[in-house]
């Protein structure tokens, strides 16, 4: 069993800048893939970014040029860095994890407001 604690969250203004950690703990198996998600109220969860083992990276449209995902292995941690936020990257994000067994992981979220 994966835990996933994710921290970072809370209230900027637009134009603001976040960074979002999220600590993993408890694999006995190699995580592979970590990643973002996040869900805006009355709307689906959505892929924010990804990053795998091998440091390879993967955004969303949505936040290509001012977000970047980062994951520092041996801290089992995963980082979110969003800048120039704007009023619809409100929402919460979770961070998620998928190991070597194909398992795949969720943290409770965190939430982002952005609001003036």
């Known amino acids: 069993q994966v835990q996933l604690v994710e921290s970072g969250g809370g209230l900027v203004q637009p134009g603001g800048s976040l960074r979002l950690s999220c600590a993993a703990s408890?694999?006995?198996?190699?995580?592979?893939?970590m990643g973002w998600y996040r869900q805006a109220p009355g709307k689906q969860r959505e892929l924010v970014a990804t990053i795998d083992s091998g440091g390879n990276t993967n955004y969303a449209d949505s936040g290509k040029g001012r977000f970047t995902i980062s994951r520092d292995n041996a801290k089992n941690t995963l980082y979110l860095q969003m800048n120039s936020l704007k009023p619809e990257d409100t929402a919460v994000y979770y961070c998620?994890?998928?190991?070597?067994?194909?398992?795949?992981?969720w943290g409770k979220g965190t939430l982002v407001t952005v609001s003036s």
């Open positions: 998620y994890a998928r190991s070597s067994l194909g398992l795949n992981y």
């Open positions: 408890g694999s006995r198996w190699r995580i592979v893939t």
